[in-house]
């Protein structure tokens, strides 16, 4: 493989074939030098190789593996959405994923990564709806060694599945294994446009779910011990919650929850002892956090259900 950045330079690539579909490209790739001069390349949807032609790629399609067997271990299956999660480590799968920053490239700006893939694991969704193959959906990566408490270094869905809450899935998913971790975690800087606004929205989201659970679920009420008390307006509730809890409960750093509270208007000083001292205190308004959060849940997009996941923090 030619690792000369000219590549990105020189490269022509204007569209890519998966899966009968073509799809722009959005920035350029370093994919080696011989297909500089192509505008198109057609890449295969389950092992994500690319070749010239769709001859040669009908041909690798009689007999890809990775068509009812991906790279690495599946961690996350859900059967009735019809998707799946598979952990693949770039040192024992460098070349599959090599090619998966190669596409991922074509759709982002700023990541630098393509071919020293060895210190990331990777995180795959494929659909399964078709029954008879694992087709590629999206992906993040993180890196398996970091001291920064990143826990998500890449994210990209392709644009044919695009706002259709595989991201927020993805998002959630990278949350998920902090929390089995016992770690907090924040997305690698700097986040693309698209990808501060899934953030955002995850981040605000995540709050929500929280509180919506402490507000209306009596179980987790009680399993939090929290005070919950009417204050003059008949609108508003008080919750004793904390900072920490509420980055304990989603997994998110400190910083990313202030800034979803700060998106819901929830954080407020007020005066404490006689007006001396300012305190922070956290305000939600149940009607809001109620329509937030049944809005969400009545979206059709799929949702992360925890016990799907089979997986343990590598030590
Ligand atoms: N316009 C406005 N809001 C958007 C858009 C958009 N084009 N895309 C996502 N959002 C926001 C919305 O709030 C959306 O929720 P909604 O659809 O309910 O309104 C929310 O983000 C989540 O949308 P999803 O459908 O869950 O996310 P999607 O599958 O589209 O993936 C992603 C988001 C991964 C960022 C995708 O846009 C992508 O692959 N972009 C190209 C690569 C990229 O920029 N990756 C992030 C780089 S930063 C990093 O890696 C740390
Ligand atoms: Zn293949």
């Known amino acids: 493989l030619n690792k000369n950045s000219n590549n990105i330079l020189n490269c022509k690539l204007k569209y890519i074939h998966f899966d009968n579909y073509e799809i722009d490209a959005w920035y350029k790739s370093p994919y080696p030098s011989q297909y500089n001069n192509n505008s198109i390349i057609f890449i295969c949807p389950h092992c994500l190789t690319y070749f010239n032609s769709s001859f040669t790629l009908n041909q690798h399609l009689t007999k890809c593996s990775f068509k009812t067997q991906p790279a690495g271990r599946e961690i996350y299956r859900d059967s009735k959405e019809n998707i799946s999660v598979f952990e693949i480590d770039g040192r024992k799968n460098v070349i599959f994923c090599q090619n998966l920053c190669l596409l991922a490239k074509l759709f982002l700006n700023s990541k630098t990564l ?41 994210i990209m ?110 954080l407020i000083t007020y005066k404490y002892d006689d007006k001396k001292i300012n305190k922070f205190a956290l305000i939600f308004n149940p009607t809001l956090v109620k329509q937030l959060y049944t809005t969400w849940v009545k979206k059709t997009s799929v949702k992360l259900n925890n016990d799907y996941l089979i997986w343990k923090p590598i030590i």
Request: hydrophobic share 35%; with cysteine.
């Open 114 to 154: 393509y071919y020293d893939v060895e210190p990331f694991m990777f995180y795959v969704l494929y659909d399964f709806s078709s029954l008879t193959s694992f087709k590629f959906v999206g992906y993040f990566s993180k890196e398996k060694l970091n001291s920064t408490g990143y826990n998500l270094s890449c």
């Open 157 to 266: 869905t392709l644009p044919i599945y695009q706002r259709r809450g595989f991201g927020n899935f993805l998002i959630d998913f990278s949350y998920l294994l902090s929390k089995r971790e016992f770690k907090l975690g924040t997305p690698e800087k700097p986040l693309s446009d698209l990808g501060l606004l899934s953030y955002r929205n995850y981040w605000k989201l995540s709050v929500i779910r929280e509180i919506y659970k402490l507000l209306f679920k009596t179980d987790d009420k009680l399993k939090f011990n929290k005070v919950i008390t009417n204050v003059k307006d008949s609108q508003l509730k008080e919750i004793n919650i904390s900072i920490d809890d509420l980055s304990n409960l989603t997994g998110m750093c400190h910083n990313d929850v202030i800034f979803a509270l700060e998106q819901l208007h929830s």
